[in-house]
């Protein structure tokens, strides 16, 4: 992946995630999350009663996006994701890996999640207006 979007989402904090209801219709929501880069993959913790959690649980896939804290429009830059909510809790990397950069949400109830990216954009307007820098997961092919 290119580095410029890997220190572009480390040097963020906050992620819009969409998901699915039982009748297809989109639902959004924010939250802190934390970035394993070897592992591609986003870390955030919620209560697991909530209603994007009931969602997910349901319909996995997910999509999203990540903005700087203060936006300037000459120099936009952002991310759009696609990927899947794991199903396992991998407790160890993702616990630690979130709560590392989030020491505060150790306060907080809620589980830590992970979701599996699959397709990254970066719209990087820093480089020249316009610019898209795309990553998308590799295929394994087992025979």
């Not at 992620?15 to 802190?32: E, G, Q, R, V």
Request: with cysteine; hydrophobic share 40%.
């Amino acid at each position: 992946m290119d580095k410029r979007i890997s220190r572009f989402i480390k040097g963020q904090k906050v992620a819009t995630i969409c998901c699915l209801a039982a009748d297809n219709k989109p639902y959004c929501f924010s939250c802190f999350y934390a970035f394993d880069e070897k592992k591609m993959q986003l870390y955030f913790k919620s209560d697991p009663k909530t209603l994007h959690m009931q969602m997910l649980r349901e319909k996995p896939f997910v999509s999203g996006s990540i903005l700087p804290d203060k936006l300037n429009t000459a120099a936009l830059q952002g991310i759009q994701f696609s990927g899947l909510l794991i199903d396992r809790i991998e407790c160890t990397s993702a616990n630690s890996t979130y709560h590392y950069r989030y020491p505060f949400a150790l306060a907080m109830q809620g589980t830590v999640y992970t979701v599996e990216l699959q397709w990254l954009k970066m719209t990087d307007n820093t480089l020249a207006f316009g610019t898209k820098l795309v990553w998308e997961k590799p295929m394994v092919v087992v025979c």
